[in-house]
């Protein structure tokens, strides 16, 4: 047997689409790179990880925060 399920409760199961009503996703991306030995903090670049980056203050790599 067969169950007949009309539109509205497709429509429900399927969601309100891509964001709606929600806050706007980031980019996903660190705000900071952070010194894991001395704890220096600088401003991350987008396009740039932060494992690339030394720390000015030591010279060890940066890690994202």
Do not use: F, W, Y
């Not at 309100?16 to 670049?45: F, I, L």
């Not at 990880?49 to 010279?59: D, E, H, S």
């Amino acid at each position: 047997m067969i169950d007949i399920i009309d539109n509205t409760t497709i429509d429900n199961a399927r969601g309100e689409g891509q964001g709606v009503g929600g806050q706007r996703q980031g980019d996903g991306g660190a705000v900071n790179c952070v010194c894991p030995k001395c704890g220096k903090s600088v401003t991350h670049t987008k396009g740039v990880p932060c494992n690339l980056i030394r720390c000015p203050a030591c010279g060890v790599k940066m890690q994202g925060a």
